[in-house]
């Protein structure tokens, strides 16, 4: 669909807009408990979420600045007491949890995901904007973890950086297989949708 | 899971806590949030114990659903409780064990950390309890309207939030849908090696994202008929009203830290 020039000079936010940031925000709620839905992915009884995988499309579909800004609706719905975060988590407590840096670096990786894949939109560089999305989520993440570890909790002697990564490594390799499968997808997935002007080898697609 | 899903965390009610503005509640606890740093003593802690108590006692939430709430980060609490007393050396023993030794100033700090974390994890609680979550993205783009000055679209987040959460169930319909559809054909989502399963995941989520946006468009031309143009001179339904609570609310809180500040130690 396309709008009329009138409204788009009228509004600096066009309707369609705001309801796909609207939209993803909510999708990424499915993604981050899709295992309630049927019991599948579950890789050592530990289900599997989706939300780093949704808010990587959130970027790679919805370009960097709806995308990030899809992911702040998220975060702030969750905080708002929607149970939109995994296994149905959600309210203002959220905020002093120690993993709430991997909400946050949903917002960071969907922009740096769009602005990769805005310069160049080859497939190659859908699959490098993933990969780089999932390595940025690991380190913010991670090290907000034990920022927030410290703050709340004074971290105790026993506790060092080191341990916050150990504790943190174990679902690398599944993130890492889907960032990749979130690349092609996204690739496939913004040729039929054409949300943001690709560029790639044979030209601009639209 | 539906019926999880209706509300979220929110709790129904008409207490005091429950009739305080949504703007009061968010400042309060964001206050709260940086004044439990203040304490540092015994009574210091035990003042912000009683607070939270009297707070939950004030909002007549039940409490069996902020235990329901306090479940995933007793681990947490329990894991720093632990740190704390095995490796904090200082002060007189207390306990020995073989090369367990307990200190009494690793005691000490544990409890102050895990009354810390339980406070401000029940504070926090209490906000989403008592508050639907609709409410607090009125109160939110109230409060965050200075931000509009640098260019911040408070109106359109506040606008998206209020959609995101609309849409909740209806997407979940959907993928349930999705997912029965795909059964029905014999997909097989359970088994096989991983990366079988990550893939079987593509089946799900195509028709999802189709029907997602094709949801976004019916929305956004009924919005373009009905002359959406952004939030200047938008009217709205649900009304904030500030009154005598929310300032007594926000005073109490003022003498709690004031009494914080008094009880350092």
Known sequence: MQATATTRAQTRWHPLDLIHCALFATLMMIGANITSFVPFLVVGGVPITLQTFFAILAGLILGSRKGAIACTVYMLIGLAGAPVFARFGGGASSLVSPTFGFIVSFILIAYVAGRIVERRGTLKSFVIAALAATVINYLFGTNWMYAAYSLWFSAPEGFSYWMAWAWMMPPLPKDILLAVLAGIFAFRLQKVLKIIPIKTDEGEMR | ?265
């Open chain 2, 1 to 265: 899971m539906m019926e999880k899903m209706v509300f979220g965390r929110y709790i129904p009610g008409d207490s005091f806590v429950h009739r305080l503005d949504p703007r009061s509640k968010l400042i309060f606890v964001f206050i709260f949030i940086a004044a439990v740093f203040l304490a540092n003593s015994t009574v210091s802690y035990a003042l912000l114990l009683a607070f939270t108590l009297m707070s939950i006692f004030a909002s007549k939430v039940r409490i069996g659903f902020l235990i329901g709430g306090l479940k995933p980060v007793m681990f947490l609490i329990a894991f720093t409780f632990l740190l704390h007393i095995f490796f904090t050396k200082e002060g007189d023993l207390l306990f020995e064990l073989g090369f367990l030794k307990i200190y009494e100033e690793g005691l000490r700090q544990g409890i102050y950390i895990s009354v810390r974390f339980l406070v401000l994890v029940l504070m926090t609680s209490l906000l989403t309890l008592t508050t639907s979550p609709i409410s607090i993205t009125d109160g939110l783009e109230v409060l965050l309207n200075p931000l509009k000055k640098v260019k911040f679209p408070v109106h359109e987040l506040a606008l998206m939030m209020s959609i995101s959460l609309r849409f909740i169930p209806t997407l979940m319909d959907e993928t349930d849908k999705i997912l029965k559809a795909q059964l029905a054909r014999g997909s097989d989502i359970s088994s096989g090696t991983m990366k079988e399963r990550i893939q079987a995941v593509v089946p799900l989520l195509v028709p999802l994202f189709v029907s997602a946006f094709k949801r976004a468009e019916d929305l956004a031309v009924a919005m373009e008929v009905r002359g959406y143009r952004g939030g200047e001179g938008r009217t709205r339904y649900r009304q904030l009203k500030w009154d005598w609570r929310d300032t007594t609310a926000l005073l109490i809180l003022l003498a709690v830290i004031v009494a914080l500040w008094f009880l350092r130690g």
